[in-house]
């Protein structure tokens, strides 16, 4: 089967195509054929490296994918050739107290395909039973591909650590990104008002037909000022911050008294000072949070099949165009999520 591996950081050069044997599922794994795979920030800090944090390559990228079950392993029920499922990335040992209890990210041996295993940037891939979803009749493989990383990673910074309930107050940062179109749309669910930040005046109208109340175009207006005035000078309850270093400061700026801040990530880089006085006078809460339980994406793909949350595929390339790809995903000009498509199988 042909496979993108990364054998060295760098940059997107270090993309290769490979010929490798396609995996045969275990017990209780189900071998996919993949039709789609759609490309998160995760991909490029796997391509780019992270100091300090050893990746095991050579190693097979992309955590999102949709695609047909080819055969299933030993032990596996409810799942058949033929079937067309898209994967949960998240995977954990299933045995210990954090599995069980739906805490799945705080298993000692939680880890994300494409991250420290070999993921779906392949035409096939080999996963438990466990990770799998069923696609809704009528959705496309490629829109399946662009749900589950994001909407569980956005499900569980708003349902589940920040807590929102309805009539507050949120800002999304960045409501263009995988996260950010997720969130949005997750938190108006829920009965927010939702505050998003954007860059360009396309995003803007994007981010208002997913349901953001309000829009803040961040390259020309100055966004503490602009949700001071949006809020009566009282501040958001939450602020959804995947960002990082450069909002960092703003963020907690923007929360009124109580609020909370619930962080992902930080693709604008991971250090960041913080006025403590702001934390402790405010009774401000901040907030970690990594993926999420493997039992909140079936209410999830609920939502999904409902129409109530949907996935926005900015732009879809062929697998053969993956730098390309990469690179249009750094450049920032995407809304919603950047798929590939492994070969006219995404329908």
């Not at 602009?226 to 000078?233: F, I, S």
């Not at 450069?246 to 000072?273: D, F, I, P």
Request: contains cysteine; charged residues 25%; hydrophobic residues 45%.
């Amino acid at each position: 089967m042909r496979a993108v591996v990364v054998r060295a950081h760098g940059d997107v050069d270090r993309l290769v195509f490979e010929e490798r044997p396609v995996p045969e599922p275990g017990p209780h794994q189900v071998l996919v054929r993949v039709a789609a795979a759609a490309l998160n920030h995760l991909d490029i800090w796997v391509r780019r490296g992270i100091p300090g944090h050893p990746f095991p390559l050579p190693l097979v990228p992309g955590s999102d994918f949709a695609g047909v079950v080819e055969r299933v392993g030993d032990g596996v029920q409810g799942l058949r050739p033929g079937d067309r499922v898209a994967g949960n990335p998240g995977h954990s040992c299933g045995a210990c107290e954090a599995c069980l209890s739906g805490r799945d990210p705080f298993c000692r041996d939680y880890g994300i395909l494409g991250e420290d295993r070999d993921g779906a940037c392949a035409d096939y891939v080999a996963v438990g039973a466990a990770n799998l979803n069923s696609v809704p009749p009528g959705m496309s493989l490629t829109e399946a591909a662009a749900v589950p990383l994001v909407f569980l990673t956005a499900w569980s910074m708003v349902v589940r650590r920040a807590r929102v309930r309805p009539g507050e107050t949120v800002l999304v940062l960045a409501a263009g990104s995988g996260v950010g179109h997720a969130a949005v749309q997750i938190a108006r669910l829920w009965g927010a008002r939702v505050l998003a930040t954007v860059g360009g005046a396309a995003k803007a109208e994007r981010a208002r037909a997913l349901g953001a109340d309000e829009v803040i175009d961040h390259t020309r207006d100055d966004v503490l000022e602009r949700v001071k005035g949006l809020t009566g000078r009282r501040g958001v309850d939450v602020v959804v911050e995947h960002v990082g270093a450069a909002t960092w400061e703003t963020s907690l700026r923007c929360l009124a008294r109580g609020g909370r801040l619930v962080t992902c990530g930080a693709t604008s880089g991971y250090e960041a000072s913080t006025d403590l006085r702001l934390v402790f006078f405010k009774g401000l809460s901040i907030l970690g949070s990594t993926m999420g339980a493997k039992g909140d994406l079936h209410e999830i793909w609920r939502h999904v099949a409902a129409g109530r949350l949907r996935p926005v595929v900015d732009r879809v390339y062929p697998l053969d165009a993956i730098r390309e790809a990469h690179r249009h995903l750094e450049a920032r000009e995407h809304f919603g999520k950047v798929v590939l498509d492994m070969g006219g199988r995404s329908s």
